[in-house]
DNA sequence: CTAGATGTTAAGGT
DNA sequence: CACCTTAACATCTA
C-alpha cells in the first residue's frame, strides 16, 4: 500500500541497492505508466548514467541521474524490485533497468494506476502539482494547524488531500485518525487546539513506527487499528465492532466509542 | 458473478 | 475559490 511509509521504505530500498551503478539498458513494458516523458526520452536519459541520490516527497520518490531526476508514484499497487535471474522477474513488471553488473531493477506496477516520469528538479514537480509539505519531514505542530485552519469539510478528507498535507492515504489517515481519538468525519472547523496538537503527535508517531515496522501491518504496534481494518474488525483498545464510513469516495474504519 | 481494494483526476454540482 | 460525489483507469481477490 504505497502511501508516504511504503514510498520511504521504497527510497531505501533503492537506496541500498542500485546507487552509483551505470545503466546498461532501460525497458518500458506498458507506455501507459509514462507521464510526460515517452519511452525514447526516457531511455535516452537514462542509459549509461547512475542513480546519484534519492528524495521524496509524500508518495513520491525522485532519483537523481544525469541532468535531472526520475520520478516513480505507485498508484495503489507498485513497488520495486531488484534482483538478477530472470527467474526472479516480477509479473506485471511496467519498466525494467539493467545495470553494468547483471543486476536489474524492476517497477513493478499490477493495476497501472502509477505512474513513472521525468523532472528537472522535484522542487518544480512539487509546486506545479501544488503538493502541501512532506508528512514526516516538513511539518510542525504549528505548521500543521495552519494547513488545517479554515477548511471546510471532514478532518479525513482534508489529511488525505495531497495539496494540503503529502503524504497520507486513506489507511495511514484512519491510523491517524484512531491513535488521536479523533472521529473521521468530524468538519475540520470543530477541531479543537488539542486535537490538532493530538492529531500532529498521532501523525509523526504512526508515520514513523510504520516505517521502523517496514510499512509491514504485520509487524505494526499491537495498538494500531491498521491490521484490523475489515468487516469483522474489532477496536484494539476498547473491543468494539469497527464502523465503516465512506468519505472522499474512500472507506474508512473508525471505533465509535473510542472516537469522537 | 459481483464488489471492493492502498491513488489520482476529470467532470459536474452545491 | 473550496468542497462534494461519481466515474474512470486495470487487475486481482474475497
Request: glycine residues 8%; hydrophobic residues 35%.
Amino acid at each position: 500500500m504505497p502511501e508516504l511509509p511504503d514510498v520511504e521504505i521504497f527510497k531505501r530500498y533503492l537506496d541500498a541497492t542500485s546507487l552509483h551503478q551505470q545503466i546498461e539498458k532501460v525497458q518500458v513494458h506498458h507506455s501507459r505508466i509514462l507521464s510526460g516523458v515517452n519511452q525514447k526520452t526516457l531511455q535516452n536519459f537514462l542509459t549509461g548514467e547512475k542513480f546519484e541520490k534519492t528524495s521524496r516527497h509524500g508518495k513520491h520518490l525522485f532519483a537523481k541521474i544525469g541532468g535531472g531526476w526520475l520520478r516513480l508514484h505507485f498508484g495503489m499497487t507498485g513497488y520495486l524490485k531488484y534482483y538478477k535471474n530472470e527467474t526472479q522477474k516480477p509479473w506485471h513488471t511496467r519498466m525494467h533497468i539493467r545495470f553494468c553488473n547483471d543486476f536489474q531493477l524492476a517497477y513493478v506496477n499490477q493495476r497501472l494506476l502509477g505512474r513513472v516520469g521525468w523532472v528537472e528538479k522535484p522542487e518544480d514537480f512539487i509546486s506545479r502539482k501544488r503538493l502541501g509539505p512532506d508528512a514526516l519531514n516538513d511539518t510542525d505542530c504549528h505548521r500543521f494547524k495552519k494547513l488545517l485552519a479554515g477548511r471546510k469539510g471532514f478532518l479525513k478528507s482534508a489529511l488525505m488531500n495531497q495539496k494540503v498535507i503529502a503524504g497520507l492515504g486513506n489507511v495511514y489517515t484512519d491510523e491517524i485518525l484512531f491513535q488521536a481519538r479523533v472521529a473521521p468525519d468530524k468538519p475540520v472547523e470543530d477541531v479543537s487546539a488539542k486535537e490538532f496538537a493530538a492529531l500532529f503527535k498521532s501523525m509523526q508517531t504512526v508515520l514513523c513506527k510504520a516505517v521502523e515496522a517496514k510499512a509491514n501491518p504485520e509487524q505494526f504496534p499491537k495498538r494500531f487499528i491498521t491490521p484490523h481494518r475489515s468487516k469483522d474488525g474489532r477496536c484494539p483498545r476498547c473491543g468494539r465492532k469497527l464502523e465503516k464510513i465512506t468519505v472522499a469516495g474512500r472507506s474508512g474504519y473508525f471505533c465509535p466509542r473510542c472516537q469522537v
